[in-house]
């Protein structure tokens, strides 16, 4: 008698799924709303979240991908305005990244304690009596730890950060703010192909390599007939590493030297093995922490092949 085949597991009840679903939809739900909330409040996440009445703004510097030492980084944002009639219930909002301090025609009318953890929560201040003229409304904004930013409105004079600022490092210079959200593109990008017109450039070998691999799986069932005494699994691992070998090959030729990440410090501790053939301490060098394997195998092959090369 042949054995029963096993019986099929019951369907998930209807109840269950929807259960599931709904439970998921609520997870994504609550953490949508943790994280906005983050967004908005929390210090601690630098994010310029847009609010009505204002613009984020910045300076103008160009962006660089490079590491960044420590140290405060500190901006003067101005811009002046005329008025017909006495402002005596002038009141400005201010958020600033991270600590923020205003004057009106060099008179310093607002300067909060240094609480640079509160930065996102928005300030007021009022302003003395402004008298009817020409004026000049100045904001110096602070960072310990990063660049600098700055959100204000004055009322009731309508008047809010915007393109229309100005901003310098040392009160001399000055030029127009960038609106944050304006963020430029690196300059190291323009020495690159657009995503779009680089995949139609590499579309027809993309396409062609497909149509290699699609025909190697079609046809390796097959090609045991005609090469019966390998093993397909021997057979494409030998192709695969010949072209891999022929791409690595290739490859070394292309690449400008020295280039790499943090290459400067494994340089470094190679030449230092190939100085005194011994280990570094951590405290000798950048790099001088890693593991030693790499970096004397790096300096017994610059030892052989410099034989063959002109010092």
Same mark, same amino acid.
């Given at each position: 008698?042949?054995?029963?085949?096993? +019986?099929?597991?019951? #369907? !998930? =009840?209807?109840?269950?799924?929807?259960?599931?679903? *709904?439970?998921?939809?609520? /997870?994504? %739900?609550?953490?949508?709303?943790?994280?906005?909330?983050?967004?908005?409040?929390?210090?601690?996440?630098?994010?310029?979240?847009?609010?009505?009445?204002?613009?984020?703004?910045?300076?103008?510097?160009?962006?660089?991908?490079?590491?960044?030492?420590?140290?405060?980084?500190?901006?003067?944002?101005?811009?002046?305005? +005329?008025?017909?009639? #006495? !402002? =005596?219930?002038?009141?400005?909002?201010?958020?600033? *990244?991270?600590?923020?301090? /205003?004057? %009106?025609?060099?008179?310093?009318?607002?300067?909060?304690?240094?609480?640079?953890?509160?930065?996102?929560?928005?300030?007021?201040?009022?302003?003395?009596?402004?008298?009817?003229?020409?004026?000049?409304?100045?904001?110096?904004?602070?960072?310990?730890?990063?660049?600098?930013?700055?959100?204000?409105?004055?009322?009731? +004079?309508?008047?809010?950060?915007?393109?229309?600022?100005?901003?310098?490092?040392?009160? *001399?210079?000055?030029?127009? /703010?960038? %609106?944050?959200?304006?963020?430029?593109?690196?300059?190291?990008?323009?020495?690159?192909?657009?995503?779009?017109?680089?995949?139609?450039?590499?579309?027809?070998?993309?396409?062609?390599?497909?149509?290699?691999?699609?025909?190697?799986?079609?046809?390796?069932?097959?090609?045991?007939?005609?090469?019966?005494?390998?093993?397909?699994?021997?057979?494409?691992?030998?192709?695969?590493?010949?072209?891999?070998?022929? *791409?690595?090959?290739?490859?070394?030729?292309?690449?400008?030297?020295?280039?790499?990440?943090?290459?400067?410090?494994?340089?470094?501790?190679?030449?230092?093995?190939?100085?005194?053939?011994?280990?570094?301490?951590?405290?000798?060098?950048?790099?001088?922490?890693?593991?030693?394997?790499?970096?004397?195998?790096?300096?017994?092959?610059?030892?052989?092949?410099?034989?063959?090369?002109?010092?």
């Amino acid at each position: 008698m042949l054995p029963s085949a096993a +019986a099929a597991p019951p #369907p !998930m =009840p209807r109840w269950l799924g929807r259960a599931i679903l *709904l439970a998921l939809s609520g /997870a994504l %739900l609550a953490y949508s709303l943790w994280m906005g909330r983050r967004l908005r409040e929390d210090s601690a996440v630098i994010f310029l979240g847009q609010a009505a009445g204002a613009e984020w703004i910045v300076a103008p510097d160009p962006v660089s991908l490079e590491t960044h030492g420590a140290g405060v980084v500190s901006r003067i944002f101005r811009i002046t305005f +005329a008025t017909a009639n #006495p !402002m =005596p219930d002038a009141v400005m909002t201010v958020r600033a *990244l991270k600590h923020v301090q /205003a004057a %009106l025609d060099q008179t310093v009318f607002f300067a909060p304690p240094e609480n640079l953890e509160k930065w996102k929560i928005p300030q007021t201040a009022k302003l003395p009596t402004v008298q009817p003229g020409a004026h000049e409304l100045r904001v110096v904004v602070h960072n310990p730890h990063g660049p600098v930013a700055l959100w204000a409105r004055l009322e009731p +004079a309508a008047l809010s950060t915007g393109a229309t600022w100005e901003v310098s490092s040392d009160g *001399l210079a000055w030029s127009p /703010a960038r %609106l944050a959200a304006n963020r430029p593109t690196p300059q190291i990008a323009h020495e690159f192909i657009p995503p779009w017109p680089a995949l139609v450039r590499a579309a027809p070998l993309l396409l062609g390599i497909a149509l290699a691999v699609g025909a190697a799986i079609f046809f390796a069932p097959r090609l045991g007939r005609i090469w019966p005494t390998a093993r397909p699994v021997s057979r494409w691992r030998g192709l695969v590493l010949g072209a891999w070998s022929a *791409l690595a090959l290739h490859n070394l030729f292309q690449v400008p030297a020295p280039a790499g990440f943090d290459v400067s410090g494994h340089l470094e501790y190679t030449m230092h093995v190939l100085r005194h053939w011994s280990v570094p301490y951590a405290t000798d060098g950048w790099q001088m922490f890693q593991s030693p394997l790499y970096y004397f195998l790096n300096a017994s092959l610059f030892s052989g092949l410099k034989l063959f090369f002109a010092q």
